[in-house]
């Protein structure tokens, strides 16, 4: 499963990476491709996968005749209305899905990566469960084992006081 997030996550900055250098020659620090960057707002990327959500994908075909599918995909209009700000309706552009693909996948390696360490708690939790229950078991053990004796010694401290009242009858008959 990390393989696969891991796929998608390198693919996705791979095509964002090389649209952003086919726009410009010259990258600076504080740039993407030709955007600067200085006035730039982060986004928070769990944003962007609940807008994902509401994603409908279309079989998309250029002619009426349904049998011709050519793709699958979103609809611009529903892409421009989940994720533009600003953009007076004009289309979403290669370098827009780039970057909310990369938004996206960021959000599911941080999701991912949350479930993992969950995982891990658990499974340490459940070593702890499972020792504890082992010892759990031994102390059982060791109590059956102690009341067994304590039976047993039940019974000699009977033996015992049977023997001494026989003794003691035994000594009031001879006298």
């Known amino acids: 499963m990390k393989t696969l997030f891991l796929i998608l996550f390198l693919t996705v900055l791979t095509n964002f990476s090389f649209s952003q250098v086919a726009n410009t020659d010259t990258l600076t620090k504080n740039t993407i491709g030709i955007y600067d960057i200085s006035n730039a707002k982060e986004i928070n990327p769990t944003d962007i996968l609940i807008k994902y959500q509401a994603i409908k994908v279309y079989k998309l075909n250029e002619s009426k005749n349904e049998t011709e599918i050519l793709r699958f995909g979103p609809s611009n209009a529903d892409l421009i209305k989940l994720f533009t700000e600003n953009k007076n309706g004009s289309p979403i552009i290669i370098d827009d899905l780039s970057g909310i693909n990369f938004a996206a996948i960021k959000a599911l390696l941080n999701t991912y990566s949350m479930l ?9 939790s459940q070593e702890i469960i499972n020792r504890q229950t082992a010892d759990m078991a031994d102390m059982q ?4 084992q102690l009341l067994g004796e304590i039976e047993e010694l039940k019974q000699k401290n009977i033996d015992i006081a049977n023997d ?7 000594i009031n008959t001879k006298e």
């Open 116 to 124: 993992e360490n969950s995982v891990m708690q658990f499974e340490e």
């Open 141 to 144: 053990n060791n109590l059956l």
């Open 164 to 170: 001494l009242e026989n003794f003691k009858m035994e």
